[in-house]
């Protein structure tokens, strides 16, 4: 159990740490907001995490194995809302951040959940880790429980890299031209997850 454990661990760390929508929404929050104002979004989307991983350990992932077109469906809204989400990244508002005003609120963690429900990566994530590293019969449910302890542990240390890479970045963006080259990066980096949704 220990092995198969450390194992999920790491098919799990993997898929947290590489660039994705998450990540990307994380290191453009905490460049433009900061460590500290971007933890709910992280929350946001270890919440969005978890329901996945209990929709799909417990019925909806077979569906969408029995289903391609619920599929199909999905990568088509997660596709918009990443478009979306990187036209608001690129077109963010500059702010001063070393003035006392506070810039404007940063993404909420309601939209970093729903980006779960939408982004097939998660799915897949999730559909990986129960189709690899739950156990059959009386284990089933003790197996989903550490799946789901795992899938936590990574998120939490990846997304506090990302937020961190982020903060560090944004101590750079002092000027208009510095801020919009970032966020419009960021912005295209975000909308260039949408071809790994379809890859």
């Known amino acids: 159990m220990e092995t198969l454990f450390f194992s999920m661990l790491g098919f799990l760390w993997v898929a947290a740490i590489t660039p994705g929508p998450n990540n990307m929404l994380l290191t ?7 460590f500290m104002r971007t933890i709910p979004l992280m929350i946001g989307i270890m919440l969005g995490m978890q329901c996945i991983l209990l929709l799909v350990a417990f019925g909806v992932g077979s569906l969408i194995l029995l289903y391609p077109a619920l599929h199909l ?7 918009a809302y990443l478009l979306w989400l990187a036209w608001k990244i690129g ?11 506070p810039p404007p609120a940063p993404i909420p963690f309601w939209q970093g959940g729903l980006l779960q429900v939408i982004n097939p990566k998660a799915w897949l994530m999730a559909l990986g ?19 789901s302890i795992g899938i936590a542990l990574v998120n939490i240390v990846a997304g506090i890299i990302w937020i961190a890479f982020g903060s560090m970045i944004g101590k750079l963006l002092r000027s208009r031209r510095a801020w919009t080259i970032f966020n419009v990066f ?9 071809l790994l949704i379809w890859h």
């Open 73 to 79: 469906i999905l990568k088509i809204a997660g596709s």
């Open 186 to 194: 960021m912005g295209l980096l975000t909308a260039a997850c949408v």
């Open 129 to 147: 880790a129960v189709a690899s590293f739950s156990l059959a019969g009386s284990q089933y449910l003790h197996s989903v429980v550490l799946i």
């Open 28 to 34: 453009s929050s905490g460049a433009n907001y900061g």
């Open 91 to 101: 077109t963010a508002t500059y702010e001063k951040l070393e003035t006392d005003a």
